[in-house]
């Protein structure tokens, strides 16, 4: 899934989707971010300046290279026909966490929840600096993991909220510790 050599095709040029294609292009890896807003609209959102040189673009349609690892955007909804399509062409269909769990071999506190995962993951946050750690906080609050992978180091704690959008796709992630908030209909 993650050998050299492997192709990735990313899902959704928002902050996570963008932090993935350019954490795969820093180390190496064919990767193609796409997404449906075109590129002048993504201009206009000041997301073009934040795309890797090295990584490919197609813009104006969400496009899946057949046989890829694609990581697919919170965003798109499983029963779309994006998400449909790409769980048919591709080789396995991941979120941007399950990317990060792969490559963060540190200790991990997960949030989720219907309610509360904002507030619980900042509170966890502050509770490890006043321990005297420095813990990286992240994640559906507007911090892309990826984004931050290669500056953590293998000790770092890093404490995520992670949407329900982002745990369906989500295998390999073993935190350290797991808070589920609530559950709502």
Do not use: C
């Amino acid at each position: 899934l993650f050998a050299p050599g492997t192709r990735y095709s990313v899902i959704g040029a928002a902050r996570s989707g963008i932090a993935a294609a350019n954490f795969l292009a820093l180390i190496g890896r064919d990767v193609l971010l796409t997404d449906v807003k075109t590129a002048s609209r993504l201009s206009e959102d000041g997301a073009l300046e934040a795309i890797d040189p090295r990584v490919q673009t197609s813009f104006g349609e969400n496009r899946v290279r057949e046989g890829d690892v694609v990581v697919i955007s919170p965003g798109v909804p499983p029963g779309s026909s994006t998400f449909v399509t790409a769980s048919a062409t591709a080789a396995e269909l991941i979120s941007e966490v399950e990317l990060f769990a792969a490559w963060h071999p540190g200790p991990v506190i997960a949030i989720t929840g219907t309610d509360g995962k904002s507030t619980t993951t900042m509170l966890i946050g502050e509770m490890l600096r006043a321990a005297g750690l420095t813990p990286f906080v992240g994640g559906n609050l507007g911090n892309a993991l990826t984004e931050a992978l290669p500056e953590l180091e293998p000790e770092t704690w890093v404490v995520a909220e992670i949407s329900n959008a982002q745990l369906i796709t989500t295998q390999r992630l073993r935190p350290r510790v797991a808070v589920i908030t609530n559950i709502a209909e």
